[in-house]
């Protein structure tokens, strides 16, 4: 392996031949060879939004000629277009203010340049960083990252898990089932109307997290190292929020109270518990699906979901529910990872967070196994799951809590004792309400009627 001489400030260092980083980000390689998590690519790539639309905005203020301008936004389109992944290999656990990736992405920009463009003279913090400090691109590139990710995977994935959850709920509007409260018998309603809570929980979440990620629009650019701007030009922080809303196609904003956007991460505290929100709800309908669907003789087998694999190595025919127990585990990590966020948030030592690179990890992260996940469960389990008509209905008629409709009838504790003696004796309910000759066997007929209880 052939190496170059680099330098910054402190000297020189070795920096591998092939590869476009510079002498910090050398240095970060060296001194935090820690673990093996990795800056998330999609903050890298929302600091290549960043740095393009920063060259653009100080072009525009007649900072920056159109030749060094063009060939920055050149050399951000090839990072976008994932041109050179391998360009940055920064750890998670590095400073806490991320100045070293910041530093990665503007050594690797100008290197681009001078491979393109060995005409044009480009320094990564003269020019790439130009009105910039890590202080403020850092929570800039993390809000981006969350809103465009949120908004390209996490949405469609959330909708298209409810689309499947209301085909599922229209095919099943006639079965009527038990209901189940405390994982005991209730009163019965219809399979559609359980499903519906399914639905409904994804919908709120839905817009919980679009109304949370709305905090993060506000973005910190143009307070450069402690909210106050300097060596920031007057406008800077307006013309590149409009490049950013350019090329992402959401809309941001500079922050109005820049110290609080360099020092406060309250808005992806507010995001994360809103993935927390949607996380919960994931799990509790995994848990539903493969209560229903537990057997599949010996469960509640209400429901059939697709065989997708073998479940045992020892146990031949054995098929388990792997999707919800997938989905599950993604929802107890991002429970872990939003305690991590919540955290991480509280540490804001007077104008700076110095948690940034984890609180960023841990929300891309969240993000992504949420929106992978819903798309793997709807494909591989909900939109397979069918409802046993036989298994809901002999369940229906077998349960003692169908005597729910006799109390206004025959009284709450004459209902209940014919619920114990059914339940003592063995019996149906209609036998114990029978041999207690509460009813006749046409008032009983006529009074318990399922479908008048939904």
């Not at 359980?194 to 709120?204: F, V």
């Not at 697709?306 to 999707?323: C, L, R």
Request: glycine residues 6%.
């Amino acid at each position: 392996m052939g190496y170059r001489i680099e330098h910054d400030t402190m000297g020189e260092i070795k920096a591998p031949q092939e590869h476009f980083w510079g002498a910090q980000t050398q240095r970060s390689l060296e001194n935090f060879a820690i673990g093996v998590e990795t800056i998330p690519m999609e903050v890298i790539h929302a600091f290549a939004v960043l740095k393009s639309s920063a060259a653009t905005a100080n072009n525009k203020l007649g900072n920056l000629d159109d030749i060094k301008s063009q060939a920055i936004e050149e050399a951000c389109r090839d990072i976008l277009n994932n041109k050179y992944p391998e360009e940055f290999p920064l750890k998670v656990w590095q400073t806490g203010s991320g100045t070293q990736s910041n530093m990665n992405v503007n050594e690797v920009v100008s290197h681009i340049v001078r491979v393109n463009h060995p005409e044009v003279d480009i320094h990564p913090n003269d020019h790439v960083n130009m009105s910039q400090s890590s202080n403020d691109t850092f929570p800039s590139a993390m809000n981006i990252a969350a809103v465009v990710m949120i908004h390209e995977a996490l949405i469609p994935a959330i909708d298209k898990l409810i689309t499947t959850i209301k085909k599922l709920e229209e095919e099943n509007y006639d079965v009527i089932k038990i209901g189940r409260t405390h994982l005991q018998d209730a009163v019965p309603l219809r399979f559609s109307q359980e499903i519906s809570g399914w639905r409904g929980m994804l919908e709120e979440s839905k817009d919980q997290v679009i109304e949370a990620s709305d905090k993060l629009r506000k973005l910190a650019v143009g307070g450069t190292a402690v909210g106050t701007g300097i060596n920031c030009p007057k406008g800077f922080d307006k013309l590149c929020c409009a490049e950013i809303s350019r090329l992402t196609k959401e809309i941001f904003e500079p922050s109005k109270n820049k110290y609080h956007a360099l020092t406060s991460k309250d808005g992806y505290v507010f995001t994360s518990g809103a993935l927390k929100g949607l996380a919960a709800n994931l799990m509790k309908i995994a848990n539903d699906i493969r209560w229903l669907s537990n057997g599949p003789r010996c469960g509640l087998g209400e429901i059939t979901i697709p065989e997708n694999e073998p479940g045992s190595s020892i146990m031949p025919g054995k098929v388990n529910p792997t999707q919800c127990e997938a989905i599950t585990m993604i929802a107890i990590q991002v429970m872990g990872n939003d305690t991590t966020i919540g955290i991480g948030a509280s540490q804001g030592n007077f104008e700076l967070n110095v948690f940034m690179p984890v609180l960023a990890y841990n929300m891309i992260q969240s993000i992504r196994l949420l929106a992978d996940g819903m798309i793997s469960f709807e494909k591989h389990c909900v939109s397979g799951i069918k409802a046993k008509r036989e298994k809901m209905e002999s369940n229906l008629f077998n349960s003692l809590m169908l005597v729910t409709c006799l109390s206004p009838v025959i009284g709450y504790e004459n209902a209940a004792r014919c619920a114990h003696k059914a339940y003592k004796e063995e019996k149906t309910l209609k036998e114990a309400v029978l041999e207690l000759g509460f009813l006749s066997e046409k008032e009983y007929d006529e009074t318990v009627r399922p479908e008048k209880m939904v």
